[in-house]
């Protein structure tokens, strides 16, 4: 196992020597002067603008501010926002309860509904109950996140008015920054605020279930794939055979092997969370990851942005390392190589 273990984390260092070069050199490419931003429509002369931008080493060659970058990543130093001053790493952390409240909201969502719904239509295949998951399953894959969270808002918020339109929670509720986590849902349980728990599982619901529905999707498409595969084998007949109840033939035998697909998908769907929360956010203005980075893009805040994209796809190298490693106790063959 430590084998497996050393070669899986020896295969994310040139993935992360990879990703610090692209979030710096990328953001480079976009439009826009970080400077003039800063400054905004004020009168400045171009003295002025030349020492800001030496102030913030963005006259220095590009590789030269790519070297004094990678040191300072090697301290643990990830810069400071050029519009709020305030560490990146800071920021980041701060906001990021947000984003994995929602994230981890979504993937219940996914997981809770895509395992069960897979599994029926496998059991199902070729009848009603399959066409219909597999009609939902291309349509959900198919809608664009902004799309189907303005038509959720337009819909549940507006004309129907059983959510919030945006936000995490009413703004009656207050909770003290020193003790707050910023998980809304455990603050609000933890609060003394009558009201509070049931106001933030209403601003939770509509974006979770937007930013849930992709990842269901798939998850329901491959836990169907995994278990027809499965279903077939000479163990699942033979447990068939042996009289053995039918929860148990799908649970134990047929299931278990079925899972590490269903795994693999469901870490491939963390990375995608983040980067659908970008847009999911933005739509009901939720305060996390994702917001601050497309506010940060909009003010070419270059250290925010870039370590802001290198903190998460940091996470998500190693959430899918995790999975690897999952995938060696799920089976064991696969740490033998085998």
Known sequence: MLTFLLKRVAMTVPTF????????????????DPV?????????????????????????????????????????????????????????FTLFPATVELAFAAMIFAVGLGI????LAALQRGKFADYIATAFAVIGNSMPIFWFGILLILLVSLKLDLTP???????????????????????AFWSDQEGAVWSAL?????????????PLAVIMRITRSAMLEVLNEDYVRTARAKGLAPVRVIGLHALRNAM???????????????????????????????????DSFSRRDYPALQGGILIIAILVTFINLFVDLLYGVINPRIRHGR
Do not use: C, N
Request: glycine residues 12%; aromatic residues 12%.
């Open 116 to 119: 069960p719904f897979g599994i």
């Open 260 to 294: 590490i697909p269903i795994v693999t998908v469901v870490g491939l769907m963390i990375g995608m969370l983040f980067a659908g929360a970008v847009q999911t956010e933005s739509v009901f203005s939720w305060p996390g990851v994702g917001k601050w980075l497309i």
């Open 165 to 187: 339109v945006g936000g995490r929670i009413d703004t009656m509720f207050y909770f003290d920054e020193e003790t707050s986590t910023g998980f809304m849902l455990w603050d």
């Open 17 to 32: 020597i990879a990703l610090v070069a692209l979030a710096f050199f990328a953001i480079r490419m976009v439009p826009g």
């Open 202 to 214: 209403q601003h939770l619901i509509l974006p979770a279930i937007v930013l849930g529905t992709i």
């Open 36 to 92: 003039e931003v800063r400054v905004g429509e004020r009168g400045i002369s171009p003295e002025r603008l030349a020492e800001f931008r030496h102030q913030l080493g963005l006259d220095q060659p590009v590789y030269e501010q790519f070297g004094r970058y990678l040191w300072q990543l090697l301290h643990g130093d990830f810069g400071t926002s050029l519009v709020t001053q305030r560490p990146v790493l800071s920021e980041f």
